[in-house]
């Protein structure tokens, strides 16, 4: 079922959440990137329109302050199908109305991969991220909190900030101790004039060497 509303079509889904992770959107330039905290993704197994199956569903920060999302829960409502795939990993966003059928609270995983209620957006930013693993996302780490696929915007040449490119990639957020961890290969950035910057261990390093080791 859809409905219209102010030029777009909302479309009504419900079901179960089968995970819940934080919506990120990550600008390089070369060796230089910007994160971008937006909210987050709840993966969910049910209905949206007349169509079942799973997909993912983009919600602020501010619902899920008040709703204090997690895997488990069921629960409806009204998102826009996204209108740039390149910017985001849910296919729907834009989302309100959002009822609570059931709250599903349970207990926390203590192991890998981690389930709860994702903390808030500024936790994020001040634990820092690895690179993770793209294999190791998909058949391990989609459905833990500390787990992030990020929609990654690349300028190319400074000079010329039109000159875009588009990929994804994974992070992990979670214990430096974490079993299921494993890196990958290193990642590299286009450049200009036919320039590749690597982006090495040390990075990774950088980013999470506050932490102790269960952290």
């Not at 808030?120 to 500390?146: E, N």
Request: proline share 7%.
């Amino acid at each position: 079922m859809a409905r219209e509303k102010a030029g777009s079509v909302k479309v009504t889904w419900s079901g179960l959440i089968i995970a819940v992770q934080s919506r990120i959107r990550l600008m390089r330039s070369f060796s230089e990137f910007q994160h971008s905290y937006l909210g987050y993704v709840l993966s969910i197994e049910g209905v949206r329109g007349s169509k079942p199956g799973e997909f993912q569903v983009a919600v602020g920060k501010g619902a899920h302050e008040k709703y204090h999302f997690r895997a488990g829960m069921e629960l409806s409502g009204l998102s826009d199908p996204v209108s740039d795939r390149r910017l985001e990993t849910a296919e729907y966003y834009k989302t309100s109305g959002v009822r609570i059928e059931k709250d599903g609270s349970g207990p926390d995983n203590e192991a890998p991969p981690f389930l709860g209620v994702p903390p808030d957006l500024p936790t994020y930013r001040a634990r820092g991220h690895r690179r993770l693993d793209p294999r190791t996302y998909s058949a391990k780490c989609s459905i833990c909190i500390w787990g992030c696929e990020m929609p990654v915007e690349i300028i190319v040449d400074h000079w010329n900030p039109s000159e875009k490119q588009y990929r994804f990639e994974t992070f992990c957020y979670g214990p430096l101790s974490c079993k299921l961890y494993k890196a990958g290969r290193i990642r590299t950035v286009p450049g200009r004039r036919g320039m590749v910057y690597e982006e090495e261990d040390w990075v990774d390093e950088q980013m999470t060497d506050h932490r102790g080791p269960d952290d």
